[in-house]
């Protein structure tokens, strides 16, 4: 069996777009992959366009040697766009794999190691009535754990952010939160990185112990000896990871003791060859998976074989839920996708990822890059969204 082509579907979807990637072969076996570079969909198409010459004519089954090639093979190895291209063809080889052997995905991986994939309920939020309305929403359909994903700044038009602000407010109506449901709910937040240390610092003063079991991303990720000297400031978990292109980029979060979960990102990190190893590295530090899933169907899958067959996960992400839906798992364009039970993803036991795509559908809709939105201070200056 050889690779034959390799074509790219930019595609808006819901609130926001994504890149599925179609591998072929002489054999007839086509494999569906994803990248997770929201937003810079294009500069990933164009090293798709880089690597497709390399890789058609190899045997698709050799998913390790493939992976090498792609990322060795230059002299300016990694970063993010490259890792993302290297993702999406990672992700559809193992579809092409799975398909080939008539087995599904996460019995390449060592087999399955749980009978369903447990998840935490993303719950965006602009107003305390909101947070609760949202949280009550999810507890009465069952989900146990709701990472808290704020979006205050929405309410003014202007999309001011200012950090002391926010952390003001989020820490009352958080504070709040804890009151109404009660001590059961597993409760973490997602900062998006838009504190530094000491906001963070005053952030979780604010609230009493016991309010929240997480707190993820609350400062950029670029520099880990930041992460290290808020670490010993502040006593909640953290969970790091999602913008990680490499194992190697995990290593000091995992050795240094810095992230006690590790947001992996199947479809950023490198696929699912290199999830599996950052997988092993924070097993070895007993550090549990939150794995990164923001993204569709795809994605969701490829993460699900993921935590299917590792020993070390906490709970997926997944943003459709009863309290908010997006859309990103649109059924017209993936006909065929995960499906979740409560807050529970069954595992597929289909050849492959278990996905279907509706190629047709994406070829006739013209793709319209989606920009985040940019956050600013009162004073003019730039923040992270
Ligand atoms: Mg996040």
Not at 169 to 193: A, M, N
Not at 340 to 348: A, D, F, R
Request: glycine share 8%; aromatic share 10%.
């Amino acid at each position: 069996m050889k690779i034959k082509a390799i074509k790219t579907f930019p595609i808006n979807i819901g609130f926001g777009s994504q890149l599925v990637i179609k591998i072929e072969t002489d054999a007839g076996i086509v494999g569906w992959g994803a990248s997770g570079l929201s937003g810079r969909e294009l500069a990933v198409i164009g090293a798709i366009d880089h690597f497709r010459p390399i890789i058609i004519g190899k045997n698709p089954l050799q998913i390790g040697a493939i992976w090498q090639d792609l990322y060795r093979g230059q002299y300016f190895e990694g970063g993010r766009v490259l890792t993302a291209a290297i993702s999406a063809i990672d992700i559809a080889l193992h579809d092409i794999k799975g398909k080939f052997l008539e087995v599904p995905v996460y019995e390449l991986l060592g087999g399955k190691q749980r009978n369903y994939v447990d998840c935490f309920a993303s719950l965006r939020f602009t107003s305390e009535e909101e947070l609760i309305h949202r949280a009550q929403v999810l507890i009465k359909e069952g989900w146990k754990v709701l990472r808290l994903a704020p979006a205050e700044y929405e309410e003014n038009s202007t999309m001011v952010f200012e950090p002391r602000e926010s952390i003001a407010k989020i820490s009352k109506w958080v504070t709040k939160l804890r009151e109404v449901i009660g001590p059961d709910p597993v409760v973490g937040i997602d900062y998006h990185h838009r504190l530094s240390a000491p906001e963070t610092y005053s952030f979780l003063s604010k609230m009493p112990k016991g309010t929240l079991d997480f707190i993820e991303e609350p400062i950029r990720d670029e520099t880990p000896e930041a992460y290290e000297s808020l670490r010993k400031m502040v006593d909640i978990p953290f969970a790091i990871g999602e913008e990680f292109a490499s194992k190697w980029q995990f290593l000091p979060y995992i050795e240094r003791g810095i992230t006690q979960f590790a947001r992996v990102d199947v479809c950023n990190v490198g696929g699912i060859t290199e999830a599996m190893k950052v997988a092993a590295m924070a097993e070895a530090h007993y550090i549990d998976l939150m794995p990164h899933n923001p993204l569709g169907p795809i994605c969701t899958a490829a993460s699900i074989h993921l935590a299917a067959a590792c020993p070390n996960v906490a709970w997926l992400e997944e943003i459709n839920t009863p309290a908010e839906q997006p859309g990103t798992n649109d059924k017209t364009f993936y006909p065929m996708q995960p499906r979740l039970e409560g807050s529970k993803y069954i595992i597929s036991d289909e050849p492959g990822l278990g996905v279907d795509f509706n190629e047709a559908l994406a070829a006739s809709k013209t793709f319209v890059p989606v920009e985040t939105p940019r956050l600013k201070k009162r004073d003019g200056s730039y923040t992270n969204w």
